[in-house]
């Protein structure tokens, strides 16, 4: 039988709905929504959608100082007696900006998962999300399913024991993504950040991507260090065999600084130097046709002499 006040699997009414009028479970709900000191709230643990101080938050703490918190955020009591944070970071964070000591706030009881699966479904109604924000809201709800006791894999096609459905084909339908693209989000929670933020600038696709999220962490650092030594990242096919080699365990340091230096179709533009500026540094004497090589030649040598001495300091630090 189903407890009073409390809704059965059917979704039938509960005899508070029987009961009561309109008017009286709307000051119910009412009584839920107070305002709570600032100071008594705790943000979301590892909370994956950024609070910027941008224009918006400017826009909204103006809107705030006016009219006040227009939607009230939403709390869970946290076992300490303090308050977490389950949706309305932005709001919170307008408000302190605005100078306020309380936030206007709807209490409500939800699990640790059920308010995992709250924030994450909440902050996916923002107009604009990093791929960094998705890919770890998708894992944390994956997560949150996994404790619940629903199965979940992130490398097969697990039937879940009760919908009979994949963990992402559920994800994937609740925000309008396939099950693909959820793995490939999911696959960059495996990056370093310094990878993870070129994603979210825009500076890297996401297909390489995720093929280096299968690299373990020092060789995503050689291939962040040759990224900012060759001003470029890598194509998808050069992830690709990347990836290859590092299964076969022939990934080595000196590979990945060569698939970085090839030339890719899209970087297929000449370089085009000043002469003023070049011209102080060459012979005046040298012939304009002898100019390329005499550069060449000096850049070559530029370049032993720089990793000579990089070893050089390198065997002193190690001798230390």
């Known amino acids: 039988m189903t407890s009073k006040g409390r809704k059965s699997d059917f979704d039938l009414p509960t005899l508070d709905d029987l009961f009561s009028t309109q008017k009286e479970r709307d000051e119910a709900k009412l009584d839920k929504i107070r305002d709570i000191p ?104 994956l997560d949150a399913m996994k404790r619940q006791g629903e199965r979940t894999d992130l490398t097969s096609a697990t039937p879940l024991q009760k919908s009979g459905k994949t963990s992402r084909q559920i994800i994937a339908e609740s925000f309008g993504e396939s099950h693909e693209q959820v793995r490939k989000y999911i696959r960059l929670t495996y990056l370093i950040p310094e990878l993870l933020q070129l994603v979210d600038e825009g500076k890297m696709k996401m297909r390489p991507a995720v093929e280096l999220s299968y690299l373990n962490v020092d060789f995503q650092r050689d291939v962040l260090e ?83 001495r990089t070893e050089q300091k390198k065997s002193g630090h190690d001798a230390r």
């Open 38 to 141: 600032i100071d008594e709230i705790d943000d979301f643990p590892n909370h994956p959608f950024q609070v910027r101080d941008d224009e918006d938050m400017l826009q909204l703490v103006e809107s705030i100082k006016e009219h006040g918190v227009m939607t009230p955020a939403v709390l869970r009591v946290k076992d300490d007696g303090r308050y977490e944070l389950v949706a309305g970071h932005r709001r919170k964070r307008a408000c302190e900006l605005a100078g306020l000591d309380t936030l206007r706030s709807e209490v409500k009881h939800l699990t640790r998962d059920e308010a995992t699966v709250y924030m994450v479904e909440s902050n996916f109604q923002r107009s604009s999300i990093l791929p960094s924000e998705k890919a770890f809201a998708y894992k944390m709800r």
């Open 226 to 308: 040759n990224i900012e030594l060759n001003d470029c990242t890598p194509s998808h096919a050069q992830t690709i065999r990347m990836r290859k080699l590092y299964e076969e365990h022939s990934l080595t340091p000196e590979v990945i600084a060569d698939i970085m230096c090839e030339q890719k179709p899209n970087q297929r533009e000449r370089m085009v130097l000043s002469g003023e500026r070049v011209g102080q540094y060459l012979p005046k004497n040298l012939p304009i046709n002898k100019r390329e090589d005499y550069i060449c030649e000096a850049l070559a040598f530029y370049r032993k002499y720089y990793r000579e």
